[in-house]
């Protein structure tokens, strides 16, 4: 059965940079599209960033088109997201979904596997 586990949120200043990562146990990461999401309080969870399993292709939401970076290291069955230039309204729980039949999607209906969240909080 695979885990996801995401890292690396906290709070930084307006303007700041973090990267999260996402440990994949239980089974190869290799098969599975990746995807980024995040919920803030209130609203509904939405896409941020896909990856296709092998790391060839990505997608991103317009918000946040050139400021995020994901990456996928299937050697370490871990998915990583740069973010950069954050801003107050990216201040939400980011989660770390598993697709293993698609090959990148912006639905959050499309994945079948989820991490618990790590808080983002971005102070302006």
């Known amino acids: 059965q695979v885990q996801l586990v995401e890292s690396g949120g906290g709070l930084v200043q307006a303007g700041g940079s973090l990267r999260l990562s996402c440990e994949v146990s239980?089974?190869?990461?290799?098969?599975?599209?990746m995807g980024w999401f995040r919920q803030a309080p209130g609203k509904e969870r939405e896409f941020v960033a896909a990856?296709?399993?092998?790391?060839?292709?990505?997608s991103y939401a317009y918000s946040v088109e050139g400021r995020f970076t994901m990456s996928r290291d299937n050697a370490k069955n871990t998915v990583y997201l740069q973010m950069q230039s954050l801003k107050s309204e990216d201040t939400a729980v980011y989660y770390c979904?598993?697709?293993?039949w698609g090959a990148g999607s912006r639905s959050r209906y499309d994945y079948e596997v989820w991490g618990q969240g790590t808080q983002v909080t971005a102070s302006s």
């Open positions: 979904g598993a697709d293993a």
């Open positions: 239980g089974r190869s990461v290799s098969p599975y599209a």
């Open positions: 990856i296709n399993w092998s790391g060839g292709s990505m």
